[in-house]
């Protein structure tokens, strides 16, 4: 199928796209990388009057170092977020988990930004940046707000952002050192979205973990930051780590859905697997030594 017919602005500065949203409000949908909007506007399930297209806001695709950690441009393409020297440094949890994100291909187009405005539960970004308590910020005709990530993702597909506002950044705050970071996932096909994914970010400090944060997707509405495991592992020295009962406590609160794919059984038994997999590689990464079984 074709799109509806729609006008196509390409406007050159922030404030110019600020000012067509404005203008267009509810009948506008913003274009970044494409690799969504433009199967829902060939699918006829976004029909939007005007498309605003950022391509032209040079000033949304870099990455910036601050003294707290990263910023990072919502134009930012994952394939350049992947080969960033920053992120690999800052945000070793996006780093370990943007290769996991589709294939090449949509990696060269696809933003971080889009990914994180789309809100899918089922994608990789959104759940990294829950983990992370990044901070997303948003400009519109009512000026520049900063949305901290547990509020930002309301619901399936559903943002804190208003129709009228921008995505422009999304700030990272740094790691201390002695940090690790691991992702992985399960799908059917390589590339594909996966049916669950778990990311882990581990900082041990005087021998203990003094931080963990643990993301997982495809598990509920909203992309999921595994609390109670979170409780379980923090205070913990690296060899005591009970992998298996931060997994069940964190079988025991998930609900996921079945589908076609795979059942809810399943998901909730593999997203158990999965946090036990990535917080031992982030613990082995941020200690240098292998994570043996309690
Ligand atoms: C074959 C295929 C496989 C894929 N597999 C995966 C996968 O495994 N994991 C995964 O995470 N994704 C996957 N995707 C989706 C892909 O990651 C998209 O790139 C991403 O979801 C959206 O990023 P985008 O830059 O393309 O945004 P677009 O498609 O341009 O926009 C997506 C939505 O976000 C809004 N938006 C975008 N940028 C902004 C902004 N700065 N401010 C406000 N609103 C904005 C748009 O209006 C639109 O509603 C796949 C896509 C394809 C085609």
């Known amino acids: 199928m074709k799109p509806i017919d729609f006008h196509l602005h390409r406007p050159t500065t922030l404030a110019e796209a600020i000012a067509l949203l404005a203008e267009h409000g509810d009948d506008a949908k913003v274009l970044a990388g494409g690799q969504s909007l433009l199967p829902l506007l060939n699918f006829r399930l976004a029909r939007p009057e005007h498309v605003v297209d950022l391509g032209r806001l040079t000033t949304l695709r870099t990455t910036r170092r601050t003294t707290d950690g990263l910023t990072l441009g919502a134009m930012v393409t994952y394939a350049r977020a992947e080969a960033s ?107 594909d979205f996966a049916l669950v994914g778990a990311g882990a970010q581990v900082t041990v400090a005087d021998g203990v973990v003094v931080d963990v944060r643990i993301a997982l997707t495809g598990i509920a509405g909203v992309p999921h930051r595994a609390t109670e495991a979170e409780t379980l592992l923090t205070g913990v020295p690296p060899a005591d780590l009970d992998l298996d009962a931060a997994a069940d406590a964190t079988r025991a609160v998930i609900a996921p859905s079945g589908d076609l794919h795979a059942t809810a059984d399943y998901r909730r038994d593999v997203a158990g697997v999965l946090l036990g997999r990535v917080v031992a590689t982030a613990v082995e990464r941020a200690t240098g030594h292998a994570h043996r079984a309690a």
């Open 85 to 191: 020297r920053a992120v690999a440094e800052d945000a070793p949890l996006l780093a370990a988990a943007l290769p996991f994100v589709a294939h090449k291909p949509v990696r060269a187009r696809g933003t971080v930004g889009g990914s994180i405005a789309h809100g899918d539960p089922a994608a990789e970004l959104p759940a990294v940046i829950r983990a992370l308590d990044a901070v997303m910020v948003a400009a519109g005709p009512r000026g520049v707000r900063r949305i901290p990530a547990a509020e930002f993702f309301v619901g399936n597909l559903v943002t804190a952002l208003e129709v009228d506002e921008i995505l422009t950044g999304i700030d990272v705050a740094r790691p201390a050192r002695g940090t690790g970071a691991a992702f992985t996932e399960v799908g059917r096909r390589q590339g």
